[in-house]
């Protein structure tokens, strides 16, 4: 169900066109399973954070390459 959403926002623009629905939605949950793992001998949810920046940052789909203005 994760990889048909993040297909459905490919399709509708939200997300990058070349981002793979399957691969990135195999990526969201080890992420998250991974980050929760990490969180507890840390004690801090600072390791669930730092994957969540990183395997989000594909689906976003930055306002300079739709619109051509220079945010980020």
């Known amino acids: 169900m994760l990889a048909a959403g993040v297909a459905r ?3 509708a623009g ?3 066109a070349s981002a793979d629905a399957d691969l990135l939605a195999v990526g969201i949950v080890a992420s998250i ?3 929760i793992v990490l969180c507890q001998p840390h004690r801090s949810p600072r390791p669930l954070e730092a994957v969540l920046d990183q395997i989000l940052d594909p689906l976003l ?3 300079g390459e739709r ?3 220079s945010r980020a």
């Open 14 to 16: 939200h997300v990058d």
């Open 61 to 63: 789909v930055r306002a």
């Open 67 to 69: 619109t051509g203005s």
């Open 33 to 35: 399973e991974g980050g």
């Open 9 to 11: 926002m490919r399709a």
